[in-house]
């Protein structure tokens, strides 16, 4: 299978910045998408900020012009650089891909989450 572990986050104050990072793990044979979801307390899980499978970027409104996605193909790392930090971001952040691995006899589908990274914005 493919696991995702992200690394990064932490506190931060209103108008900071933090960096994080997500690396899969496994045989992978390729990456579809692959992006950041968020999940605030109390609120449902949602889409932050992802590469798309055909390469392009969607973004949340609320963080256009404040967070950017970047890639590191070679490594299966997806990273997130987050400005301009305010308190409405603070929610756990969670990874997630989608593609094919190598199960040895077959590829197969994959659709993995990380367990997540907390993002604490101050005020």
């Known amino acids: 299978q493919v696991q995702l572990v992200e690394s990064g986050g932490g506190l931060a104050q209103a108008g900071g910045s933090l960096r994080l990072s997500c690396a899969a793990s496994g045989i992978i044979f390729s990456i579809n998408t692959m992006g950041w979801y968020r999940q605030a307390p109390e609120k449902q899980r949602e889409l932050v900020a992802v590469?798309?499978?055909?390469?392009?970027?969607n973004y949340a409104d609320s963080v256009k012009g404040r967070f950017t996605i970047s890639r590191d193909n070679a490594k299966n790392t997806v990273y997130l650089q987050m400005n301009s930090l305010k308190t409405e971001d603070t929610a756990v952040y969670y990874c997630h891909a989608e593609g094919l691995y190598d199960s040895g006899s077959r590829l197969i589908d994959f659709a993995s989450w990380g367990k997540g990274t907390l993002v604490t914005v101050s005020s």
């Open positions: 590469f798309t499978k055909g390469g392009s970027t």
